[in-house]
């Protein structure tokens, strides 16, 4: 059984960064979420920066060079060439890992429980309701798809690789 995360690698950056540091991790794991989770770093510049290079358009963030070592210390990003210790070199290849992508799917979360929301595809659909006895008016609500019993078997295959329910049936019984 692995050891569970420490609340300092759940929630880097909440109090020793602040505000700013937050923002800051964000946007760069962001970044390297969409470029296959890496990132070029390059050398420690005068004003304690590094420049993060991600994905193939280049997109180039500068970044603390104290952030980087806290998300590196926190497991939320790691050294890809496998290098263990030390400092941040130059030119060296940054990853996401596991943790990382959870904190950033916890940080972009709006719900009011970001741990349990970001194991959740939320969607909003119209439903039909009654409005006081009157005429049925449809209103929005927020729906976990990701936990209805059509979509878990519309996502199953049959031994021969089809799918166990169409599209059609999927919509016809939601």
Request: with cysteine.
């Amino acid at each position: 059984m692995s050891p569970r995360p420490t609340q300092r690698a759940m929630h880097p950056g909440t109090g020793r960064l602040g505000r700013a540091g937050r923002r800051q991790a964000v946007r760069l794991l962001k970044a390297m979420a969409r470029s296959r989770g890496e990132a070029r770093c390059a050398a420690e510049a005068e004003d304690g920066t590094r420049t993060m290079r991600c994905g193939a358009q280049d997109q180039r963030l500068a970044v603390s060079a104290d952030l980087l070592r806290a998300l590196v210390s926190d497991g939320i990003i790691e050294r890809r060439d496998g290098a263990a210790g030390g400092d941040i070199g130059d030119q060296m290849v940054m990853a996401i890992t596991g943790a990382g992508r959870a904190w950033l799917r916890r940080a972009l979360c709006e719900a009011a429980d970001p741990y349990r929301d970001q194991h959740q595809r939320r969607v909003s659909r119209p439903l039909d309701g009654e409005a006081g006895g009157g005429p049925t008016v449809r209103r929005p609500v927020t729906v976990d798809v990701s936990e209805s019993p059509l979509s878990w078997l519309a996502r199953r295959k049959r031994p021969d690789g089809r799918a166990w329910l169409s599209p059609a049936q999927v919509a016809a019984g939601e």
